[in-house]
């Protein structure tokens, strides 16, 4: 199995331009999160989904949009890219009360 | 939701025991569960504990288990340089049951 499979695994952002961060999972998870960490910080959550066609906001979500059509893909938006927003980007999955498991993370960049 | 509360940073030599703790906010959490973050990768599942059971033990590592005081700890045995890391803690939170993690504690180790 594939697990969380994220893309791209590395990005440049300019300001104020936008992007996707793909996640795809194949294990029929339900549930699927969000994170960014920050350099020598913790996890903070974005979004997270409970379901298809279920979102909801996590701590910190200005700035970003998802959607989850469909149970495999939870994608993370970015419309105007900034600064802040320069982090490493965690897509996690999981069903109802098991682990997590998490991709391999996207370190972004916004110059 | 209420934060899950580590302590950042934990030094300690090696060959001795690391005590990383942790206090969760959600007292309905079926399974607690701790994560490693190695330099550059995502996070793995090291450990959890169900909600039932005060301590478990797996080779070096001991989890314990506070229910009442809501306090969780991990203990890892005999210290080694390979155990340098960041170990996040993180519980089932909600009505919604999604996993949220605490900030990390980075484990350093002394020679």
């Known amino acids: 199995n594939a697990g969380v499979t994220q893309t791209p695994k590395f990005r440049i952002l300019k300001i104020g331009q936008s992007m996707t961060l793909q996640c795809t999972q194949d294990m029929n998870h339900n549930y699927m999160y969000w994170y960014r960490q920050d350099p020598g910080m913790g996890l903070k959550l974005i979004y997270y989904s409970v379901g298809a066609g279920i979102t909801d906001k996590g701590e910190v979500p200005n700035g970003y949009n998802v959607s989850r059509s469909t149970t495999e893909d939870f994608p993370l938006r970015l419309e105007l890219a900034a600064p802040s927003q320069t982090s490493v980007y965690f897509c996690?999955?999981?069903?109802?009360?098991?682990?997590?498991?998490f991709g391999q993370g996207t370190r972004l960049t916004v110059v | 939701g209420e934060d899950v509360e580590q302590s950042l940073f934990l030094s300690v030599r090696e060959g001795d025991s690391s005590v990383i703790n942790c206090t969760y906010t959600?007292?309905?959490?079926?399974?607690l569960y701790w994560y490693k973050q190695e330099p550059g990768a995502g996070l793995q599942l090291l450990t959890y504990?169900?909600?039932?059971?005060d301590m478990k033990q797996d080779q070096r590592l001991t989890v314990l288990l506070n229910k009442k005081d809501k306090h969780l700890s991990l203990r890892i045995a005999d210290t080694q340089t390979g155990d340098s890391a960041i170990y996040f803690c993180?519980?089932?939170?909600?009505?919604?049951?999604?996993?949220?993690f605490g900030k990390g504690t980075r484990l350093h180790i002394l020679p």
């Open positions: 996690a999955s999981s069903s109802s009360n098991t682990e997590a498991f």
């Open positions: 504990i169900f909600s039932n059971m």
């Open positions: 959600d007292s309905s959490s079926t399974y």
């Open positions: 993180a519980e089932i939170q909600g009505r919604d049951d999604k996993i949220i």
